[in-house]
């Protein structure tokens, strides 16, 4: 932030204790239903009913709770756990793989037909995910794909945005006079996109791969169409389903697990985060030096 | 990422004066054809992947929205319009489109106040540990939709949760999973899992107005209350128009919340709750493949048609 206006004398407005107790009311609204979870993985199932949501209930069952929830019914949680894993790695990782070539691409050659590319993916931006999850299925269903890991990859593999931004990030980060003196050397368009231009984009590509990430670890649409074999469930729609057992005729409830489960999915989003933070926090200062 | 969508939002103005006031060398020279068909090399693999889980889908619900199913011979008949006219005389599709019209026509301001309240409180300088307040609030951001519906759907309950012990306290009696309260409920689900994310793009796109400006409304004598009007709303106009378009696909697209919800309160929400909740179970529920791609298709054009009405607005206010 090159502009980041100073603390100057006049300009700089006291603090505001009023202020902050109202934003503090705000954090309060943003803080309850993660601290309820929080204490409502350490209760039985027996004090989830009889103690007061936010305190402690009489046993303190927050590690038999974990275990429980990593071994209920041979260990499905790890299971669906790998799941995730391997749809956000795969899926994720290669939407942005995609979204980063392709962005390069559209912004850095002028080929015929690019205007066409642009129209069509700029109006993909407004077709509402769902309503696209509907018909996959069916056109799925048709290639037997459903009910397989590519029906959940696949669709995860394009993020129209993800490539609106690297576009409009790759405009930017790559200067042409680098790209021209690369090929006075000598080297390939895809070595110079590997070796030269890669780098320069990975403010971006972090910003894209954060992005996609949310999207596919919180993919529950298309998975609960997609799969109706719970061995590839990913967390999302296994907790769902350990949340349905407490209604219906053989009622099974385990409310303790999908709560103990539900914060177990939180964490590593959260931790990644904050590691990230710094990441895109560069990825914005050093775009804005640019203006 | 939301700093940089904020940041696009107002690169594009900064570029837009900018053109007015040079326009750039020719760039048409510089660029060697040579290469230029290389470019296929890049997008390619991507296009590859769009038309198969992208415009295929499409098409194909397009062709399955033309036919219907004969209940007796299990074939196909071709019958032109005739679903699309289904949908559009069909209560149940309206019932489900209204409120989420409904939705979001009383959510997206209040989520979206709140954002831009806390946005301009943040970048006020005002706040003691407003970096603190920035990560919180951004928090359930990080939260899986499912978890956050799973969360407030306890929470909300009469037996245990937190609606019980308010009752208690209070001697009321809410229900928030009321057939009346429903719809806030969610509204409420929704509020708190977004707030943070449309905070952060008000709040990045704050950080690009220049400091001189502030400095100038200073020298004018501008108190707080006139700077935050006559410099940091109009500085925001790009980062709320995204923001809205982004609230609306995804209020029109409203089905988690629902769908987890129904499991708790099955006779409260209709299978027909939203209209994707109804293209859902039209699949799902009944097998009418070809009526449930024409919902989807006809949701679709029409939250394609209310986004690009809003661009249209906010981009007509802002010039």
């Known amino acids: 932030m090159s502009t980041r206006r100073t603390p100057v004398s006049p300009l700089t407005p006291r603090r505001s204790p009023l202020l902050t107790g109202l ?68 899926g994720a990782g290669g939407a942005t793989l995609l979204a980063t070539a392709a962005g390069y691409g559209l912004a850095k050659y002028r080929f015929p037909g690019r205007r066409v590319v642009f129209a069509v993916v700029l109006g993909a931006v407004a077709v509402p995910g769902t309503a696209l999850a509907v018909p996959t299925f069916l056109m799925f269903s048709n290639m037997g794909l459903t009910n397989t890991v590519w ?127 710094r990441f895109w926090q560069s990825g914005l200062s050093a775009g804005s030096v640019k203006q | 990422m939301a700093q940089v969508v904020a940041q696009l939002a107002s690169r594009k103005a900064v570029r837009r004066t900018a053109r007015r006031t040079a326009r750039p060398p020719a760039h048409g020279r510089r660029w060697r054809s040579r290469s230029d068909t290389k470019g296929w090399i890049f997008v390619g693999p991507f296009l590859v992947v769009f038309a198969l889980a992208f415009l295929a889908p499409i098409a194909y619900a397009a062709y399955l929205s033309l036919f219907r199913e004969q209940a007796f011979f299990g074939t196909r008949e071709f019958v032109g319009l005739d679903n699309y006219v289904d949908v559009f005389t069909d209560n149940k599709f309206w019932d489900g489109a209204l409120r989420v019209l409904l939705f979001f026509v009383v959510q997206v301001p209040i989520m979206l106040g709140l954002a831009l309240v806390a946005a301009l409180a943040i970048d006020s300088a005002r706040l003691y540990a407003s970096n603190f307040f ?51 409920s969610i509204a409420n689900i929704v509020t708190w899992e977004f707030v943070g994310y449309n905070m952060l793009i008000f709040y990045s796109a704050l950080r690009t107005v220049p400091g001189d400006l502030y400095e100038a409304a200073a020298i004018d004598g501008a108190g707080a209350l006139r700077t935050v009007l006559s410099i940091k709303i109009p500085a925001l106009r790009g980062a709320i128009a995204i923001a809205t378009i982004f609230s609306i696909i995804g209020t029109f697209q409203l089905f988690n919340e629902p769908n987890i919800l129904r499991t708790l309160e099955p006779n409260v929400i209709t299978t027909y709750y939203t209209p994707n909740l109804y293209a859902y179970n039209l699949s799902f529920g009944g097998q009418q493949y070809n009526y449930s791609a024409t919902v989807a298709i006809v949701m679709g054009l029409l939250t394609m048609v209310i986004a690009y009405v809003v661009q249209l607005r906010g981009s007509r206010e802002a010039m």
């Open chain 1, 23 to 90: 934003m503090l009311l705000f954090l309060v609204y943003t803080l309850v239903p993660l601290v309820w979870l929080i204490l409502s993985a350490t209760k039985t199932q027996a004090d989830l009913f009889s103690s007061p949501g936010l305190w402690f209930g009489d046993h303190f069952a927050f590690f038999s709770n974990i275990k429980e929830t990593l071994t209920y019914r041979d260990g499905i949680y790890l299971r669906w756990l790998a799941n995730t894993l391997l749809y956000v790695v795969v």
């Open chain 1, 151 to 277: 029906a959940i990859i696949i669709p995860s593999l394009i993020s129209p945005f993800g490539l609106y931004l690297m576009w409009v990030y790759a405009a930017d980060a790559v200067p042409q006079e680098l790209l021209e003196a690369a090929r006075i050397d000598g080297a390939g368009e895809i070595r110079i996109f590997f070796s030269v231009a890669l780098r320069l984009l990975a403010p971006g590509i972090v910003t894209v791969l954060l992005f996609a990430v949310v999207s596919t670890w919180n993919n529950y649409f298309l998975p609960l169409i997609m799969l109706s074999e719970p061995k590839l469930y990913p967390l999302t729609v296994g907790l769902t389903q350990w949340s349905g057992q407490a209604t219906g005729a053989n009622a099974q409830p385990v409310y303790n697990l999908v709560v103990t489960g539900s914060l177990l999915t939180i964490v590593p989003l959260v931790i990644v985060f904050i590691l990230l933070q």
């Open chain 2, 134 to 184: 920035r990560l919180i609030i951004f928090l359930p951001y990080a939260v899986p939709g499912v978890v956050a519906v799973l969360m407030w759907g306890f929470m909300y309950g009469t037996n245990f949760g937190l609606a019980a012990d308010v009752n208690e306290l209070l001697g009321t009696s809410i229900a928030p999973l009321n057939k009346s309260w429903m719809l806030a």
